[in-house]
């Protein structure tokens, strides 16, 4: 594990530097972090500019550790002055956002205390109280660790006492999120307090309002997330069948799809929202039967141009057609055209084309009728294409390659037509340059006839065994 150092002995260096070398500012700077990192000392933590102030004694200090002085200063009166206070968290906001480092070294110095004070200050206050969580949600990104359970239990609460406030709603959401990426035990304890009617709630009433359909749709996805390295089994799967059967998840975003059909940008990520929900046969089959499938094959159809709609529109196609017979519906009802054109429309991006080679590739699995289809709307040849413009892209080649197998693995007639579209060296160049697709661009090749080396890994020979 890498060494880290305070950002006192940090800034203690380029003093140094500056004083007894003679040097320049920036040129103290960046000495001192070749210094450091010549050492081995991880530096993520550290704020690495001259961008000091001054203290009332006269010693330096950084413009982050300025901002939330002031701002502490301000709290340990009765009535603050509005005007000062609101000044004082736009700009610890300000210096928070500059970068992680700048929200380290705030939180080394009581940073979470200080907030935390100004939310249960202004908790009556609805106004206020919204601007001070923005501000926490700003100070906490990156740093999910800091909020206890008394911090978690104060946002829920803030949710179930300002139901109708719809701004201060989606800010709230903003800070539960920011505390619940990569952070599991976090999402835990937001369920145990409450979280999931607070998100149905707040649907249900503010579900024609972007800014809190988009904040709200954020946390449900983070709750299905599996990002916590240090926990080795999450509860992903879980959360989201809780969501959707316990709290009518499926229903609340759907009305929310149809109340900002319009919204492009709201509508990707309510897609994008219910695609992380479907994780269970019924619940793709129970999206298409509450009309899921025509809303957004009629948003893709108005906005196939729109990039993030496309990209996260194919992604739910992709997870709902893990279902056969949704997946049959989905081609039935255009959806599979939809996803070619939009393929080809958006072939130069790379999120797109993977989601495009994953969703056909569903479609594809075990459904000839739906390979017929393809193949009859030219899915190979843009599948062939999108793997030609993306061949750096493992992610896009270990797709396309799947893709392509499924097309055949049940209909060989389709092999011919597809290796004279170039894709048996295609496939041949991605294995060539990525080392982790050499399974899935064998298996395609194989599939469709072309030359493969087959090796045989282990023989039985050698030694017996031995008791």
């Given amino acids: ?163 109708d406030d719809a701004p201060l709603q989606a800010i709230t959401f903003k800070a539960i999120y920011a505390t619940c990426l990569k952070h599991e035990t976090n999402r835990q304890a937001y369920i145990e307090h409450g979280l999931l009617p607070c998100l149905k709630k707040a649907l249900e009433t503010h579900g024609s309002r972007a800014d809190v359909v988009r904040s709200a749709c954020t946390v449900m996805r983070v709750l299905t997330f599996d990002d916590d390295i240090r926990v080795p089994f999450g509860k992903a799967h879980e959360h989201a069948k809780m969501m959707v059967t316990e709290h009518k998840a499926l229903e609340t975003l759907l009305a929310s799809l149809a109340a900002c059909i319009g919204d492009t940008g709201t509508t990707a990520d309510i897609c994008l929202t219910l695609s992380r929900l479907a994780v269970r046969n019924e619940f793709c089959q129970a999206i298409v039967d509450l009309g899921g499938l025509d809303l957004v094959l009629n948003a893709m159809r108005e906005n196939v141009r729109h990039q993030a709609l496309a990209s996260r529109g194919i992604s739910l196609l992709k997870a709902i057609a893990g279902n056969d017979d949704v997946k049959t519906k989905i081609v039935q009802a255009g959806g599979m055209e939809l996803i070619i054109t939009a393929l080809n429309i958006h072939i130069g991006v790379a999120l797109v084309c993977e989601e495009g080679c994953a969703a056909l590739c569903a479609l594809a699995l075990r459904n000839t009728d739906n390979a017929k289809a393809i193949m009859a709307a030219n899915g190979a040849e843009t599948v062939v294409q999108a793997m030609k413009v993306h061949m750096d892209k493992s992610s896009v080649q270990k797709q396309g390659c799947m893709a392509l197998r499924n097309l055949v693995s049940r209909s060989r007639e389709f092999a011919e037509p597809i290796l004279e579209l170039g894709a048996e060296a295609v496939i041949n160049e991605a294995r060539a340059r990525h080392k982790d697709l050499e399974d899935e661009g064998k298996a395609a090749i194989r599939d469709l006839g072309g030359q493969v080396e087959l090796r045989c890994l282990w023989k039985g020979e050698g030694k017996g065994i031995t008791r």
Avoid: W
């Fill in 1 to 163: 594990m890498a060494k880290q150092i305070t950002q006192e002995t940090f800034d203690a260096v380029v003093k140094e530097n500056m004083e007894e070398f003679e040097m320049e500012g920036e040129e103290a700077v960046q000495e001192a972090i070749e210094q450091f990192e010549s050492q081995g000392v991880n530096l993520s933590n550290i704020v690495k500019t001259l961008n000091l102030g001054s203290t009332p004694s006269g010693e330096p200090e950084h413009a982050v550790l300025a901002a939330l002085s002031d701002l502490s200063t301000l709290l340990t009166s009765d009535s603050p002055d509005q005007e000062k206070l609101t000044s004082a968290l736009q700009t610890f906001q300000e210096q928070c956002t500059v970068s992680f480092s700048h929200r380290s070294l705030a939180a080394s110095k009581d940073g979470y205390k200080v907030m935390f004070s100004a939310c249960t200050k202004f908790s009556d206050d609805a106004n206020t109280l919204s601007r001070c969580i923005e501000t926490l949600a700003a100070f906490l990104e990156g740093q999910p660790d800091l909020i206890d359970e008394t911090g978690m239990k104060f946002l829920v609460q803030t949710l179930t006492k300002f139901p």
